[in-house]
């Protein structure tokens, strides 16, 4: 094999394939990077066997092949070469030469027969939503899944279409997160469970906008995401998803309207006062006209008032504050408005025009 590409347009591959490339393995094939020239394309793959990327990148290819670079080392060394164009080749033992301006490097490869290809998922279902908004519903969701390696269907996230809209929902048996996007066309119900770890690595190398597009095409056992010059494949998480909707069902007893500026303001003050491994909760004591922060510690305490409109009768309720600012943080509203019905149901933060829901379980208080 042989080609030839400007450092930037390498680097940019790299970069994303990379978030496929497993740290921990017992294969050494699986720290590689795969480079690929074949029929006048670049192609650069890694394959953990959970996700695997490919990415195409311009380039000019000389000779047909292929070879498999040990990811870390390739990636390193290309980053500290000059912003110039560069030169690959390898041979038959996989012996690889990189050269850049006055500047040679040799390094040992394997072959590109070892590597694994990424599986192939078929293209009878699929929907198509913009690159921003598949990142935002990944951004606003992402915070609540658990990392609690016991209960797999956890650590995912369900994507779900029915009725020609997607609604993506994760857990972590605190918390409840749903985006719903209304899809153009006629699509296929779906129902799957996406990997947390895949779902961030995408929105973390997809940089399209509005006007850009991602095609999501799903099997039984993976699901793939096409943009731009990349594919994603990563392997589904098997089960049954948990049924919220009796969760999301309830009849609220108080509806509050409140500016998400000052109350995310008064609750991340009010987190200064609590350490990591604390579990105290923040009082919050909703009044006719204005809502009540309360929180005492070792560290100190704290109390503050905001204007409030409501509807429904007073309560005095518990949480963790840190839960209520996840989502404050991920919704664009100016204010948002949050449904109450005791002590010992959860409270519910939802738009109007039903594009998100976010549900926070209490928790318990002493009573003053």
Request: a negative charge; one cysteine or more.
């Amino acid at each position: 094999m042989k080609i030839s590409i400007r450092k930037a347009n390498l680097l940019q591959g790299i970069t994303t394939v990379s978030k496929a490339v497993s740290n921990k393995t017992t294969h050494p094939i699986l720290s590689c990077i795969l480079v690929e020239a074949s029929g006048g394309v670049i192609k650069l793959t890694a394959n953990d066997m959970e996700i695997g990327i490919e990415s195409y990148v311009d380039g000019t290819v000389i000779e047909d092949g292929k070879v498999a670079l040990e990811a870390k080392l390739f990636s390193d060394f290309i980053r500290k070469l000059p912003d110039s164009e560069i030169s690959i080749e390898s041979d038959k033992e996989n012996k690889t030469l990189i050269k850049c301006e006055r500047l040679e490097f040799n390094l040992p490869g394997k072959s590109g027969n070892d590597f694994s290809n990424l599986p192939v998922v078929s293209k009878d279902k699929y929907i198509t939503i913009s690159q921003f908004a598949l990142r935002d519903v990944i951004n606003q969701t992402i915070f609540s899944i658990s990392d609690n390696e016991n209960n797999k269907l956890m650590t995912g996230e369900l994507f779900e279409v029915s009725n020609n809209r997607l609604s993506v929902v994760s857990l972590d048996g605190h918390r409840i997160s749903i985006r719903y996007i209304d899809l153009k066309g006629d699509n296929s119900d779906i129902k799957v469970v996406v990997p947390g770890k895949s779902l961030s690595d995408i929105s973390k190398i997809m940089n399209g906008g509005v006007d850009d597009p991602v095609n999501i095409y799903f099997n039984e056992n993976n699901i793939l995401f096409e943009f731009d010059n990349t594919k994603v494949v990563s392997r589904l998480i098997e089960g049954e998803y948990f049924r919220i909707s009796h969760m999301l069902s309830v009849d609220y007893q108080i509806k509050m309207k409140i500016n998400k500026r000052e109350f995310l303001d008064s609750l991340d003050r009010a987190t200064l006062l609590i350490k990591e491994s604390d579990k105290k909760p923040i009082r919050l004591s909703i009044g006719d006209r204005n809502l009540g922060l309360k929180i005492s510690s070792l560290i100190g305490s704290l109390n503050d008032e905001i204007d409030i409109e409501k509807e429904g009768n007073n309560l005095v309720i518990g949480f963790n504050p840190k839960l209520i600012i996840d989502a404050l943080r991920v919704i664009d509203d100016e204010n948002v408005t949050i449904y109450f019905n005791n002590t010992k149901s959860p409270c519910v933060i939802k738009d109007d025009a039903g594009s998100y829901i976010y549900l926070i379980l209490p928790m318990g208080i002493n009573e003053e």
